[in-house]
């Protein structure tokens, strides 16, 4: 029944999508076959016929020194994560270097993606499938004899939402075309589900630990590993909206970057710092340097795409360290929100050294009163979140709800503002810009040039724009890897010219890009001829003006721009609720997890090496 | 002649990780509401939770 269900859906929908019937068969073949597998193997688990799950489960429970549905689920969830984490950047490096997919099931990566999110769900509902006693007072109740731990619950909830991405991601892109860019809302939803998940897997880590009551015996150190991991984790985790940014094709404005460090920092760091003790900040931000660096690596030089560089966090872990050293640290929120305000100002000054050493754009002075403005509200608040998990992972009693709910609450409007701050762009009108191509010695086949560019008028960029550059990308893994970004040195008012080769051959993708303050637009200089979405070709010529365009008529091409606004709106609208939806879910489970302590004793002292 | 480019195809490619989440979520939510609609009938001596 559902094999016959699925062929049709996806007969439906193949007219559009080209994918031939026999991969439309076979796909919901594997889908009855699945179901049917999970199925099964729940109903005897529950019923007690089969044992092996029970076992497994056992064994990994004792050598954890955790309850069975703990260890299982969390192992299962800490390598399905990379792997996710893994195809997610492959991906985007994948689309980076050449452009949009050729066809159905065509990208490697994506099954990574797939494999890694469906797996996430499994962790969960792994969680939620094994424990036969109830699991912990917090639990939640499924039938009189069947209780769910309240990570379990969650975890699979961010699987799910993170899962139902991909079919909202299909019928999106069929109505407005492919976006490419990372910050589709659909996109948002597959990794923002991954990146919250890490908030569920530190629930559930801490129901089993409160579940081995206070006789349990003393963590091993590869579990003290895994707890400071489990932060390393939230800290890429609450990165993962960065990731344009880290390649250096941001299609936003910079100063979105700085306040979503700070976001990710001062939660993250916050609450790893008030969890685990002194110096757990700073083992959280290496050990996110080593996941998020050792993906770059194998993505990068290894695989052969284009490179990646990531925030390091050391500064904003610093910062939280040294806060923690005064008296402040005994009071969970007002160390939260003094540390956010560290990490919105100095942790992130020290991280634009950084940013200025390795990324394609620095942090040009005339941004940081606007980046200010944005990150220091986010951080603060994100800096009490974080406060709170702590809160919650030590077993303290929370605040009234009501203050609980207000800081989330507040914590989502003041991203929403920022953000639709950091969204505000103008494009100028009728303004052009002059590029002289100087063709260079090339290898057979292909066209490399200088480029010299005056903008006219010659005032239209300010002395210290964000970026004056020529990007070129999707030009194939095997040349350049398919990515140069090239910030072109000023030669005098509104003149610029390029400091290496730009390629304007093949299906490289080539144009001018200025950002100043809010200011953002390009001009194209090599686009090919791309039948397949009916885009002209836009050739290179020695000597051309052309006027200032939004950007995205360049980069997404494939954009369909034609539908009705409302419908765009109500797409929007659609992910918005969704992810609302998650965050007051994990809220409501912290909320829960803390209502339920059982031992007032251990609310005081904080659990774990805490100083 | 037109040639249609078909998007991402996600939609082939979710499907069978989609369809047994769902599934699974659903058959879950029908235990949790047939158990809560038999009442809190504390003597129960049958285990057919599943």
């Given at each position: 029944m559902i094999g016959e269900r699925n062929t049709t859906v996806l007969a439906a929908t193949s007219e559009g999508g080209g994918a031939a019937l026999d991969q439309v068969v076979g796909l919901s073949v594997v889908a009855a076959i699945v179901t049917a597998l999970l199925l099964w193997i729940g109903y005897q688990h529950r019923n007690r016929r089969i044992t092996w799950l029970t076992s497994i489960s056992d064994r990994l429970g004792a050598k954890f020194k955790r309850p069975p549905w703990v260890a299982l689920s969390i192992m299962l969830f800490s390598v399905t994560l990379i792997c996710a984490l893994f195809g997610f950047i492959w991906d985007v490096s994948l689309h980076i270097g050449?452009?949009?997919?050729?066809?159905?099931?065509?990208?490697?990566?994506h099954y990574f993606i797939l494999v890694g999110l469906f797996l996430l769900f499994i962790a969960g509902v792994l969680a939620v499938v094994l424990p036969f006693d109830k699991p912990g007072s917090a639990a939640v109740r499924i039938t009189r004899h069947w209780y769910a731990p309240v990570g379990g619950v969650l975890m699979a909830g961010c699987g799910l939402y993170a899962l139902i991405g991909f079919p909202l991601d299909d019928v999106w892109h069929r109505i407005f075309g492919q976006d490419v860019t990372l910050w589709g809302p659909t996109h948002l939803m597959l990794i923002g589900g991954a990146g919250l998940s890490l908030i569920a897997v530190l629930y559930l880590e801490y129901e089993g630990d409160r579940a081995m009551g206070a006789d349990a015996p003393p963590d091993t150190r590869f579990v003290k590993f895994l707890q400071y991991l489990s932060f390393g984790g939230l800290v890429v985790g609450l990165s993962v909206f960065q990731i344009e940014y880290d390649f250096g094709v941001e299609q936003f404005r910079l100063v979105l970057q700085p306040m979503m460090i700070a976001a990710a920092a001062a939660m993250a760091l916050v609450a790893a710092r008030l969890t685990l003790g002194r110096g757990a900040a700073i083992i959280a931000a290496i050990l996110a340097i080593a996941l998020r660096g050792g993906v770059s690596l194998v993505v990068g030089p290894i695989l052969g795409g284009p490179n990646s560089w990531f925030p390091l966090y050391l500064g904003a872990a610093l910062v939280v360290e040294i806060v923690a050293l005064t008296p402040l640290a005994k009071r969970p929120i007002v160390f939260g929100a003094v540390a956010g305000l560290g990490v919105g100002t100095v942790g992130l000054w020290l991280e634009s050294l950084w940013i200025d050493a390795v990324y394609h754009y620095p942090w040009p002075t005339s941004m940081w009163p606007e980046a200010l403005a944005m990150a220091v509200p986010v951080a603060v608040m994100m800096g009490l979140c974080g406060a709170l998990l702590s809160m919650i992972l030590n077993g303290q009693r929370l605040p009234r709800p009501a203050i609980g709910i207000t800081v989330v609450v507040v914590t989502v409007l003041a991203i929403g503002g920022a953000v639709a701050n950091g969204l505000h762009i103008t494009v100028p009108q009728s303004d052009t810009a002059t590029i002289t191509l100087t063709d260079l010695p090339s290898p057979q086949g292909q066209r490399m040039a200088s480029a010299d560019v005056r903008i006219n008028p010659p005032d239209l960029v300010s002395d210290n724009p964000e970026w004056v550059s020529i990007l070129s990308w999707q030009g194939g893994l095997a040349n350049d890897r398919g990515l140069v970004v090239d910030r072109l040195e000023r030669v005098g008012p509104g003149h610029y010219r390029s400091t290496r080769p730009i390629p304007i051959w093949g299906s490289w993708k080539t144009l001018l890009r200025i950002q100043d303050g809010t200011n953002m637009a390009g001009v194209p200089i090599y686009l090919p001829a791309d039948p397949g979405i009916n885009a002209e070709a836009v050739p290179a010529e020695l000597t051309s003006t052309r006027p200032f365009v939004p950007e995205i008529t360049i980069l997404q091409r494939e954009r369909n721009l034609n539908h009705p606004t409302w419908l765009f709106a109500a797409a929007g609208v659609v992910v918005l609720i969704c992810t609302l939806i998650l965050i007051a879910a994990l809220t409501w489970g912290g909320g829960r997890i803390n209502r339920t302590e059982e031992e007032p004793a251990r609310l005081d002292e904080p659990v774990g090496p805490q100083v | 002649m037109t040639i249609t480019y078909g998007a991402h195809h996600a939609l082939v490619l979710a499907l069978p990780a989609l369809t047994p989440a769902v599934i699974l979520v659903g058959v879950v939510l029908f235990i949790a509401i047939r158990d809560r609609r038999r009442g809190d009938v504390d003597a129960d001596p049958e285990r057919d939770e599943k």
């Open positions: 050449k452009g949009r997919d050729a066809g159905p099931l065509a990208n490697p990566a | -």
